[in-house]
Structures are given as structure tokens and as C-alpha cells.
DNA sequence: GACAGAAACGAACGTTCGTTCTATAAAGTC
DNA sequence: GACTTTATAGAACGAACGTTCGTTTCTGTC
């Protein structure tokens, strides 16, 4: 592997870590220069483009994102107790890797979503990949019996996404150390209800 | 009222539907000044800085969304009927008064976060007063024995901002017109989970 | 160690940014 | 209608923006 992509995978990683705070639109070729040590130029020629630096932010997020959530949880039992992985690791992946000001993604969510473009639908098609792979998790507790056979997948995983949300909202804004546990709560009383063997609450 | 006051209320008209789609740090005192018609120096004398231009379009936004949300559901019977008129406001109020990009409280939120501050703090604070009327709306319903005595009242407000978070990301992302109906699912079933009388599910 | 290609730099471009001034026009007061 | 206050415009500021260019410095290969 050349130099070139190794300093590009260090910018980006900063980048990722800047976008945290700053969001996605408020990176600039400049502060991310300063912050990285290099020259405006320099850091630019890797990218081409503002727009095109700004799409490799979101994808390098994507990766780090799946590397931090989804494969950890690949090593638990399939159906409920990977499902559960899922929800605890996504909870807390932003702190985990060090990202100060939460998720960008979930950021660039809102930041992009009434602008038309190529990164309105490069971030819409990443959580619309990951929203899957939720409704996945989730069937996959069907087929494996922890959950009845007629639970509506689809509304559960925009369930589980909502109570996520939720938290990382209240623990990124009010600093609120009781979200995860409140998340979990919901998750918990979400699963009890489509359980197949319907446990006591 | 002098007619300062009046053009100040429609530059913040014009700065709540802008910031709608470009978010509140997307805000420019230029493209605010061309889109209401004014001189840059114009308009920025009502307000004296950028950042007080922003706070003033949170509390804006704030005060719109109370009139869109909160104040016609006061007209529905105390309880379960107003909070679940409340939801459902909740859910299409920025469609309702025509904020093409979705609720710029919600993605000032994700904004901000990061980034200590007075904006931060405004926002934090109008986001904390909101879930404290929702969390208060529904111990209503458990005072007026729509839900059972030991309903966990901020547990349960956290869950309801969470499936309309969820409703509002899906509707404005991926232009899912099944969001709202399936946040009232979530709405209903977590309702009659903590129901006083059991219905039938 | 010479050479070719890739990578990084420094300077400059034209714009836009937020902000400050001074001057003109409008609104409110008597 | 004159006078004072308030509101708006216009010009200009230094700084930061994204981008281009030509040059220099590294890196990997023979």
C-alpha cells in the first residue's frame, strides 16, 4: 500500500472524529488542514473536491460504524442475544471509539435531509442499509423462536431505532447518564411483548 | 408595536423555513438578507451579532412549534385524549406549517451537541422544557386513570420522543409515508401496555 | 545513486463570511 | 409640518472559504 493511502486514512479519521463535533457540512478543507498538520492543499488533492472529502467522511463513518456495532456482535448466539449485542454496542459506540459529539451520521441525518444531492442520498442510502440489517437482526429472532412468528419485523427495527435515537439524544444533549439503561428498559419490554414464550414482566 | 418588531417577525419567519432545510449553523446572515429582500447591514442590526440571530430563531422556532403542537391539543379532554392529540401533532407539525426540511429544533439538537455554548444551551434548555411537558401530560393520563398508578412517567416520555424521533428521521430521510402511522402503532401499544383498564390488544 | 511518479507545499485567485461604519430614508411624536 | 428617533442601505473591512497552479520534497524501483 502507497503513502498516499495511508495519509488519507489518517485524515479521515480525523476528519470523522471533527465531523463529530462539528457535523459533516461543518468541515472545512482548512480546519481539518490545521488539525491533520498538513497544508490546505496538500489534504485537498486527496479528495478533489469539498463534496467528495465530505462523501468519504460518511463512508469512512459507515465503516467504522459496522468495524465498532455489527461485528462485535456477530460473536453472540444468533436470534435475541445477537440482537441484544446490536442495541447495547450502538448505544454506546460513539464514546466507544472516541467521538466526542456523538454520531456523526445520525448528525448528518438532519443536516442533509432537506438538500437534494449526492450526500442527502449517500446518507440516506447507508441508513437505509443499516435499517435493514436491523429488520434482519430482528426476523432472524423469528426464525430462531425467540420471537412469535407473526412479530411485525419492519415496526419492531423502527422501534428499536426510535429508542436509540431517543437515547443518544439524551445522553449527547442533556448528558443524561440514565439513557442507555432507559433504552434497554424499552428494548426489553419491546422484546417481552412478541417473545414466543410469553415470560413474566 | 413599532415596525421594527414587525420586519424582526418576518426575517425569523423567513430564518425558521431556511433553517428548516439548511440547519441553524447553515444560517447566513447574506442568503437571509437576499431571501427576505434586504441589505445585509439591514437585517443585521434587528439582531447585533449572527449568534443572536440564531438564538432568536430557536426561540422562534420554539414558540411555533408550541403554537402548532401544544396549544390546539389543549382543546381535546385531558388525559389520554390530549396527549395522544399531542403525538399526532407532534409527528406532522412541520409539514402542517410548511418546513420543507422537518423540525430545525430536531436537528439543531444533533447541531449543537457537540459544541458548548449559548446555542447549545438554548437549544438543550427549549428540548428539556418540551420533554418535561410531555413527561407531565402523561402523568395526566395516569391522574385522570387512563394509565395505572405505577406507570414509569419518564420512562414513558422518553419512549414516545423516541418513536417520533424514529417517525421524523424515516419521513424526512427516506420519504416514508407509513412513518406516522406506524409511530401511532408503537404510540397505541405502549399506551395499552401501561393501560389502566386492560383492553384487548 | 539516478530516475520517475506520487505526495505535499506555499502562494494566490475570486467569493463569501460576519461585522463596522456613515449616510439616507422612513416612522413616530409634538 | 418640523423634529427626533428608528430603520434600512451602501460601501468597506479582514478573515476564512473552496479551488488552482507551479514548485519542491519525498518514495519506491531499477
New interface residues.
Given amino acids: 500500500m502507497g503513502k498516499g493511502e495511508e495519509t488519507r486514512q489518517a485524515i479521515l479519521d480525523s476528519a470523522v472524529a471533527l465531523a463529530?463535533?462539528?457535523?459533516i457540512?461543518?468541515l472545512s478543507v482548512g480546519s481539518l488542514a490545521e488539525r491533520t498538520g498538513m497544508s490546505k492543499s496538500g489534504l485537498f488533492a486527496h479528495f478533489g473536491s469539498k463534496e467528495e472529502m465530505q462523501l468519504a467522511v460518511v463512508r469512512a463513518t459507515q465503516e467504522l460504524f459496522l468495524d465498532t456495532v455489527m461485528r462485535p456482535a456477530l460473536r453472540e448466539k444468533r436470534g435475541l442475544p445477537r440482537l441484544r449485542a446490536i442495541v447495547a454496542n450502538w448505544l454506546v459506540w460513539a464514546r466507544r471509539i472516541r467521538l466526542?459529539?456523538?454520531c456523526p451520521l445520525?448528525?448528518a441525518?438532519?443536516?442533509f435531509?432537506?438538500?437534494p444531492g449526492p450526500l442527502r442520498d449517500e446518507?440516506?442510502h447507508a441508513?437505509?442499509l443499516w435499517r435493514r440489517a436491523l429488520a434482519e437482526a430482528v426476523g432472524k429472532c423469528v426464525e430462531a423462536g425467540d420471537l412469535r412468528p407473526d412479530t411485525p419485523v419492519d415496526?419492531v427495527a423502527?422501534?428499536i431505532?426510535?429508542?436509540?435515537?431517543?437515547?443518544l439524544?439524551?445522553s449527547?444533549?442533556?448528558q443524561d447518564p440514565e439513557?442507555e439503561r432507559?433504552?434497554m428498559?424499552?428494548f426489553d419490554?419491546l422484546m417481552s411483548?412478541y417473545a414466543l414464550n410469553p415470560a413474566k414482566e
Fill in positions: 463529530s463535533q462539528v457535523g457540512s461543518g466526542p459529539g456523538g445520525a448528525a441525518a438532519h443536516e435531509d432537506g438538500q446518507v440516506s441508513l437505509g415496526q423502527f422501534e431505532n426510535g429508542l436509540v435515537l431517543a437515547s439524544q439524551d449527547q444533549l442533556f439513557s432507559r433504552a428498559t424499552a419490554r411483548h
